[in-house]
């Protein structure tokens, strides 16, 4: 898994709990990517990195946050979780190439299932 | 925006049997092509990619896939399939010059049978 770690792989909460889901990698990759997968709509990126303190929103952001304080670690913020939010999340790394900073391979983690009741 | 459309949610096929899976685009701008795999339970693995040059890209685990500008599709195929491609297969792009962002498409279950 391109030295990806996803916490926890597995949570179930309750809808209006706060909940951090959290991406370490090893691999001192610039760019980190959080994605949710559903059935039915593939992966939709939800927020991403693309250096420490610098993030910017995907096309599904509304109802989360992430933060990154240092280069190896990216959380993913669900402020009060709501049952759309039940999903797998994963996290995903990498490193801009070329004079586009484009068509680099992503490298992802293993993933975690939040499930919102 | 760009889009992705995979054809077809799921395909079955038996062993060693052709395959190919479909992949459609839609965008403004020119754009880079991948093609992920997906165990069960697992993240997502890269296949293959089509950043420029030769429109016949190969990959890991016997797949490749043609890029088509004209037609804007980007199908995989594999000559012959074995069970152990069973699999979630997955097609999305990126724009040039857009952070690398991946659009992805709704997916393909690649079920390989006896």
């Known amino acids: 898994d391109a030295g990806i770690t996803q916490s926890p792989r597995h949570k179930v909460t309750e809808t209006g709990t706060p909940v951090t889901l959290r991406c370490h990698q090893t691999?001192?990759?610039?760019?980190m990517y959080w994605y949710r997968q559903d059935p039915g709509h593939g992966l939709r990126l939800i927020h991403y990195?693309?250096?420490?303190?610098?993030?910017d929103k995907g096309e599904v952001s509304d109802g989360y946050s992430v933060s990154r304080s240092k280069t190896e670690d990216f959380l993913l913020t669900l402020e009060s979780a709501t049952s759309s939010q039940t999903s797998v999340y994963f996290c995903?790394?990498?490193?801009?190439?070329?004079?586009?900073?484009?068509?680099?391979?992503?490298?992802f983690g293993p993933g975690t299932r939040l499930l919102v009741l | 925006a760009q889009s992705v459309t995979q054809l077809d949610s799921q395909v079955p096929v038996f062993e060693e049997a052709p395959v190919e899976l479909r992949c459609n685009y839609s965008s403004s701008v020119s754009v880079y092509l991948f093609w992920y795999v997906q165990y069960p339970n697992q993240g997502l693995q890269l296949l293959l990619k089509y950043l420029s040059g030769s429109t016949l890209v190969k990959g890991i685990n016997g797949f490749e896939a043609e890029f088509n500008k004209s037609q804007t599709s980007f199908h995989l195929r594999k000559p012959s399939v074995h069970i152990s491609d069973t699999a979630e297969y997955f097609c999305a792009v990126s724009v040039k010059g857009g952070g690398n962002k991946l659009t992805f498409g709704t997916g393909t279950q690649l079920k390989v049978e006896l």
């Open positions: 995903a790394i990498s490193t801009p190439g070329g004079t586009s900073g484009s068509g680099e391979t992503q490298y």
């Open positions: 691999e001192n990759h610039r760019y």
């Open positions: 990195s693309y250096g420490v303190k610098d993030t």
